[in-house]
C-alpha cells in the first residue's frame, strides 16, 4: 500500500463545476503540499498545510491531521486548470513522499 | 528575479559516462532537494539537505551522489549512468527546512536525462 493515496488518478470536468482531489496518508507527518504540474512540465506549489485550512484565489486546501486526510477544491473550475495536481508529504527530517497524482481536464 | 536553475534541461548520454546535474537558487534557501519523476511512479526524493555540508538519503538514493559546498548550489553527481536513471529530474528549494514554518517548495523547470 502506497503511504500517500490520491483520489481519483483522473478527473474530467466541465467549465465552472466545483472539484474536488483527495489526499490520504499512512505515515506520520509535520506538513502536506500540494503541487501542480502543468503538460510542459513544471511544477509549482500551490499550498502548504500543517493544519486547518488554506485559501488562495478559487483554490481551497483542507487537512484533517486526526483523519490523515487532506482535500484541494477548485472553484468555478476553468481550462486552464487543467494539469496534474500532486500532493506530498513531509516528514520531520526534511524527507517528502509524494502522491501518484491527479490528472485534472476541463472542458470548455 | 527569484529562481532556481538546473542544468543541462536535456542530456543524452552513455552508460557508465559520468555526468553531473547542476542545480543553483539565488534565494538564499537552506533546504534543497532532488527528485526524480517516472511514468506510473511518481515523483520519488533522491538525496535532500537542510543546510550546507548537511546532505540526507532520500527514498532512491542508489546511484546518486550530492554535495552542498555552499548554500545556493547542491549538484546531482551520476558516477556511473545506467539505463534505468533515465528520467525526469527537478530540484527544488525552501526558504526553512522542511516542515518547519512556511516552507513553500521552488522547483526548477527539470531536466531529462536519457541514458543509452
Known amino acids: 500500500k502506497n503511504e500517500v493515496e490520491q483520489s481519483p488518478q483522473n478527473l474530467t470536468a466541465q467549465e465552472g463545476e466545483f472539484i474536488t482531489i483527495n489526499c490520504s496518508y499512512s505515515v506520520g507527518i509535520s506538513a502536506l503540499h500540494w503541487l501542480q504540474q502543468h503538460p510542459g512540465g513544471g511544477i509549482v506549489s500551490l499550498f502548504m498545510?500543517?493544519?486547518g485550512k488554506k485559501k488562495h484565489g478559487r483554490l481551497i486546501a483542507t487537512i484533517n491531521i486526526q483523519e490523515k486526510h487532506s482535500s484541494l477544491h477548485i472553484t468555478a473550475s476553468h481550462p486552464r486548470d487543467s494539469a496534474v495536481y500532486i500532493c506530498?508529504?513531509?516528514?520531520?527530517?526534511?524527507?517528502?513522499?509524494f502522491g501518484k497524482g491527479t490528472k485534472l481536464s476541463v472542458k470548455p | 528575479e527569484a529562481q532556481v536553475t538546473q542544468n543541462p534541461r536535456y542530456l543524452i548520454t552513455v552508460t557508465g559516462k559520468k555526468l553531473t546535474v547542476t542545480c543553483s537558487q539565488n534565494?538564499?534557501?537552506?533546504?534543497m532537494s532532488w527528485y526524480r519523476q517516472d511514468p506510473g511512479l511518481g515523483l520519488r526524493q533522491i538525496y535532500y539537505?537542510?543546510?550546507?555540508?548537511?546532505?540526507d538519503k532520500g527514498d532512491v538514493p542508489e546511484g546518486y551522489k550530492v554535495s552542498r559546498k555552499e548554500k545556493r548550489n547542491f549538484p546531482l553527481i551520476l558516477e556511473s549512468p545506467s539505463p534505468n536513471q533515465t528520467s525526469l529530474y527537478f530540484c527544488?528549494?525552501?526558504?526553512?527546512?522542511?516542515?518547519?514554518?512556511?516552507?513553500?517548495?521552488?522547483f526548477g523547470e527539470g531536466s531529462r536525462l536519457t541514458v543509452l
Open positions: 534565494m538564499n534557501h537552506e533546504y
Open positions: 498545510l500543517s493544519s
Open positions: 506530498a508529504v513531509g516528514g520531520s527530517q526534511g524527507n517528502l513522499i
Open positions: 539537505s537542510m543546510n550546507v555540508e548537511v546532505t
Open positions: 527544488a528549494s525552501s526558504l526553512i527546512p522542511q516542515p518547519i514554518g512556511n516552507g513553500e517548495l521552488f
